[in-house]
């Protein structure tokens, strides 16, 4: 897995509305998941495409041939990886002592 495509695909807020659609209900068409897109955006139908062959590329979503339809599946163990590596080590617990240290001292008169 390249972090850099995953961190690429996940910053631009249509990949973002993209993948959540497929959280919601996985398995959508194109045409699905350019109507959910189009509810917030003017995209055209290549545009839609475009982000969802990003996605692929960095392994967030994976597409299966069911008849002549073309389903994209949410693939969530890219997102889990960088989790793993990237964040997780950041909210251990003597992280998580001093952010609560924080709130408590911003919220005292």
Known sequence: MDDDLVFKALADPTRRLLLD???DQDGRTQGELEAV????TEMTRY???K??????????VTTRKQGRTKLH?????????????????YTQ????A????????????
């Not at 924080?102 to 005292?108: G, T």
């Open 93 to 96: 617990h003597h992280v998580s």
């Open 51 to 60: 982000h969802l062959r990003i996605l692929e590329d960095a392994g967030l």
């Open 73 to 89: 599946h949410l693939n969530p163990v890219p997102i889990r990886l960088i989790h793993d590596r990237w964040i997780d080590k």
């Open 37 to 40: 897109v189009a509810r917030r």
């Open 21 to 23: 659609a497929l959280f």
């Open 98 to 109: 001093l952010i609560d240290l924080k709130r408590s001292l911003e919220e005292s008169p």
């Open 47 to 49: 545009g839609v495409a």
